[in-house]
C-alpha cells in the first residue's frame, strides 16, 4: 500500500530538541493550556495549530518544494503506549490527507502502523472542533496493514487508519507538518 515514504531531508535535530525544550517539559504538563491528552501518556501540542510560528530550520526546503504550511503538531507517545488507530483531523474539521513526519526524539522507539480501512470511526470533539476521527476498536483488534519505523523523516497518509506504537521506556516525540493545497499525489511529485 502507497502510505509512506521516507525522505532524505537534512535537517538539526538537536535545534529541535532545544525548541521543544525551551516550550514544553518531558513529558509535557496538562497543565498547560496548549498541551491536549489524547490518551494515556499520550499527548498533542496543540499551540502550534493556532498562530504560533515556531522557525524549525525548514523554510528553505518548504519553500523549495512549493508547500504552505496548513498548521503544524507536536505528537507525543508515553513509553509502553498503544495509541487508539485514528485519522488526523485539521483544525478546520476536516481530515488531512498526508504530513510530514518529522522524528525529535526516539523516532525508532516505537512503529507508526496502519490498519484494514473497514475499521468504523468516530468523531472526538474538544471545544466543539473535532480533533480526531478514533476507532471503535483498540490497535490489538484492527487488522494491520502496514508499518514503519521513523528513524527519519516521511510522508505518510494521515487519512488512512493508523496510530502509534511504543514499547519501550523511553518517550517518543514526532514533529508534523500539514501543508495547504496540496495532495499526496503532489506530494510525492514533489518530494521523492
Known amino acids: 500500500m502507497d502510505l ?12 529541535l530538541k532545544a525548541i521543544y525544550f525551551n516550550n514544553w517539559s518531558m513529558p509535557p504538563s496538562i497543565l498547560k493550556e496548549d498541551v491536549l491528552e489524547v490518551g494515556t501518556k499520550q499527548y498533542l501540542i496543540v499551540s502550534l495549530l493556532g498562530n504560533k510560528n515556531i522557525d524549525w530550520g525548514l523554510g528553505e526546503f518548504f519553500t523549495k518544494h512549493n508547500l504552505i504550511i496548513k498548521e503544524t503538531v507536536i505528537y507525543i ?3 509502553h503506549t498503544i495509541g487508539r488507530p485514528h485519522l488526523d483531523v485539521c483544525r478546520i474539521n476536516t481530515v488531512n490527507e498526508w504530513a510530514l513526519n518529522v522524528p525529535i526524539f526516539n523516532g525508532t522507539s516505537g512503529r507508526t502502523v496502519w490498519y484494514d480501512s473497514n475499521t468504523k470511526v468516530s468523531k472526538k470533539v474538544v471545544d ?7 476507532s471503535e476498536d483498540k490497535a490489538i483488534d484492527c487488522k494491520e496493514v502496514a508499518d514503519m519505523i521513523m528513524d527519519s523523516p516521511c510522508i505518510m497518509r494521515t487519512n488512512h487508519l493508523h496510530t502509534v506504537e511504543n514499547y519501550t521506556d523511553n518517550w517518543r516525540v514526532n514533529l508534523s507538518f500539514r501543508f495547504k ?6 506530494a510525492k511529485e514533489r518530494l521523492l
Open 128 to 134: 466543539g472542533n473535532i480533533v480526531g476521527l478514533l
Open 181 to 186: 493545497g496540496t495532495s499526496w499525489n503532489q
Open 4 to 15: 509512506y515514504h521516507k525522505l532524505s531531508l537534512n535537517y538539526n535535530c538537536d535545534k
Open 77 to 79: 507517545s508515553g513509553p
